[in-house]
Every structure is written in structure tokens, then in C-alpha cells.
């Protein structure tokens, strides 16, 4: 069993994936160009933002909206502590500070009352003024934007929406990615909508934010690519991850529908088994990840019997960012939310291929492994 079957999309969209590649590798046009051009309009018609600009990876989307945004050294950012690093250390390359929130347990998203809390004992404390907010639609589900935006408006806080992991959700029919002044996305292979290679997009309402982020990805230039106005980067998408993507955008929605359909075979076979995702009301989840908790310690043990059996399931993720070695050994923050979610998330086998007897045989597993686990037998049992 795979935990993303990337194999099985292709092989539905094989023709069409072909051709698409060939008439980029005939036109000889492989860096920008129209593939490039054509996508980013596609993309900002379907999240429904004006604007939309192609680049290398989710990495780069949101380390140009922080340059974008003027973010540099010495400033404060904030962001939640459970999230992939590259949320935070975006920041940390261009010299800010990352001050980390708590999380909603229920979500895995920032808590905006955490936030809330957090700005104001940052001004109670410290002579510092927060710049700007990261917010992380973790595993698919958008953050509180409705609250998260209040929270940024009246605090003067440049939010920007990290929707790596949640192309087509949506919040109260508003579009993952349309959220904040910067809304950035990643294709990595295994998300929603993945490439065969790194990618990614930065979405924006203005125009002026629309040229400054098409400067920045080419190493600042103005009219052409040696007029550099400013210090940027190199974060061009490929015109070859442009034609995988416009070929794999048409079909997005029937997958999603897939992954949801998924999402509630599994949630009616673990029901009262394990802690299951909660999609709030009025959003929609993509399901990047389909995430249980159980406890701290039956989970290792869960992991290798699944294992055992040839289904993968991983931990996302093993470490909050507030104890990551690189920030000085691990902050001294006290975030207990994050801190548990690290110790019992373990997300399950996810994506639009996966079929329903196949989703009866993780739930059976998982069902399985559990029982073991409490009569406690030896979760090596099984593989020995």
C-alpha cells in the first residue's frame, strides 16, 4: 500500500501528462514562458485571487512574500510552533525573529486566542511590535482566518496564509490561499496538487505586490534580467512543472471529492477508536493528511505494527518548531498544545486512489494493532 500513490494519478492521466511535457520539450521554452504564464492565471482564477505568481517551491513562496512585505532583520514575526520548519525559517534567513503560538488541539491550526495573548504580552513585556503573522492550514483545513484577520487588522500585522498543504479548501466558500495579503502554496509531489518536482505559488490582491514578487523571483530585476532594481532571488518555476500542473488542475476538484470520501470511511471505522480529524463548521478540508492521535505511548508501537502489515503511516510532526535544535537548543516557551500534538499525531495512508476495501483494511489494522497494545503483546509480533 502506498501512502501517496502518485503512480496510480499518473497512469489515469498519462496522455494527456505526455503530451503536455513533449509540446514543452518541442517548444524549447523551459524557464517562465507561456506554460508558466497560462498556469498562474489558471491558478488565480480557480483560489479566486487577482493575482498569482509561479515559483520554485512553497519554501520560496513564502520567503518572497516576507521580502515582498519588507520583513527583515530584526523584526518580529509570529506563527504557529506545529508546522513543517520551512514556516519559520523563511524568517531566520532573512534575519527576523519567529516567536511561536500555541495550537487549537482540535485542529492543529494557530489558536487565535493564543494569538491574541501573545501579542499583547509581547507589548505588556517588551519595548518590541510584532510585524507580521504566518498562519499554517495544517493537514488541509484553513486556519480561523475569520478571527485571525480581526486579530491582524487591529494589531497592524502583515498576515500571510501558509496553504501549503490546503489547495482547495475553503473557509465559508472563500478559497484557500485567497486569505491574508500574501497567500502561499507549495506543488511538492505528495500535496493536493503536486508537480513531478518542486514548485510552488504566491497569490496577492494588488498589482504592486503582483511586480514587486515577479521582480524578487528573478534576482530583483526590473524591465529585463539585467535591470536589477533590488536583491532577489533565483525561485523561476519550470516550464515543465507549469504543464504537469495545468494538466492535474482540471482534475483536482473529482480528487478532492475522492480524499473526502476517503476522510469518512476512515472516520466511521475509527470512531470512538482514536482521536479523528475535526473539520469545523463552514470549512472544507483537502485532507493533505488524514491525522489521528492516540496516546503518547501506544503510538511507536501502532506505527511499527501498521508497518508490519505494509501500511505506512507517519508522524507529522515528531518535534514542535519551538524545540527544534536550531533555535538555541529548543525555546524555553511553554506551548503544551503543540508539545502533545508532536507526541500522538500519526497520519494515516491518503489520497484519491485509495480505495474503500483498502480503507477497511488500515481501519481493521489500526483496530487490530490497538487491541494488541492493550493486552500487551509485543508490537515486533508481527513482522518476527
Not at 287 to 304: E, F, G, M, P, S
Amino acid at each position: 500500500m502506498e501512502f501517496v500513490d502518485l503512480k496510480a494519478q499518473y497512469q489515469r492521466l498519462q496522455p494527456q501528462m505526455e503530451e503536455a511535457v513533449l509540446a514543452v520539450l518541442r517548444g524549447g521554452n523551459y524557464i517562465l514562458g507561456p506554460e508558466v504564464e497560462q498556469l498562474e492565471q489558471e491558478l488565480a482564477a480557480y483560489v479566486g485571487a487577482p493575482y498569482c505568481v509561479a515559483v520554485a517551491s512553497g519554501t520560496d513562496a513564502l520567503l518572497l512574500s516576507l521580502m515582498a512585505a519588507g520583513i527583515g532583520p530584526g523584526d518580529l514575526v509570529l506563527t504557529t510552533a506545529f508546522s513543517f520548519f520551512a514556516t519559520s525559517e523563511v524568517v531566520g534567513l532573512l534575519g527576523g525573529e519567529v516567536l511561536f503560538c500555541d495550537i487549537n488541539p482540535d485542529t492543529y491550526n494557530l489558536d487565535p486566542y493564543c494569538l491574541e495573548h501573545l501579542i499583547k504580552r509581547i507589548r505588556k513585556t517588551t519595548n518590541r511590535v510584532p510585524k507580521a503573522v504566518i498562519a499554517v492550514d495544517l493537514f488541509g483545513q484553513c486556519a480561523e482566518y475569520d478571527k485571525i484577520e480581526e486579530i491582524c487588522q487591529e494589531n497592524d500585522l502583515l498576515l500571510i496564509e501558509d496553504a501549503a498543504q490546503s489547495m482547495g479548501a475553503e473557509l465559508r466558500g472563500k478559497k484557500a490561499g485567497a486569505f491574508g495579503r500574501f497567500g502561499c502554496t507549495s506543488f511538492f509531489p505528495s500535496k493536493p496538487l503536486g508537480c513531478y518536482g518542486d514548485g510552488g505559488a504566491v497569490f496577492c490582491h494588488t498589482k504592486e505586490d503582483w511586480d514587486m514578487l515577479r521582480s524578487l523571483r528573478v534576482h530583483g530585476q526590473g524591465g529585463d534580467k539585467y535591470d536589477n532594481h533590488r536583491f532577489g532571488l533565483n525561485a523561476r518555476l519550470d516550464a515543465l512543472q507549469a504543464a504537469v500542473l495545468r494538466i492535474k488542475l482540471p482534475s483536482l476538484e473529482e480528487e478532492l471529492a475522492a480524499r473526502r470520501q476517503l476522510a469518512s470511511w476512515y472516520d466511521q471505522g475509527l470512531a470512538g477508536l482514536v482521536k479523528t480529524p475535526r473539520v469545523k463548521e463552514g470549512l472544507t478540508s483537502s485532507y493533505a493528511q488524514y491525522t489521528i492521535a492516540v496516546d503518547a505511548d501506544k503510538r511507536d508501537a501502532l506505527q511499527a505494527r501498521l508497518a508490519a502489515q505494509g501500511i505506512p503511516a507517519h508522524v507529522y510532526y515528531p518535534t514542535p518548531l519551538h524545540k527544534l535544535p536550531v533555535y538555541r537548543g529548543g525555546s524555553t516557551q511553554n506551548l503544551p498544545n503543540a508539545e502533545q500534538a508532536a507526541q500522538t499525531v500519526l497520519s494515516l495512508p491518503m489520497h484519491p486512489y485509495l480505495t474503500k476495501g483498502e480503507a477497511q483494511r488500515v481501519v481493521d489494522a489500526v483496530r487490530s494493532a490497538l487491541v494488541r497494545e492493550d493486552e500487551g503483546e509485543d508490537p515486533h509480533a508481527a513482522s518476527n
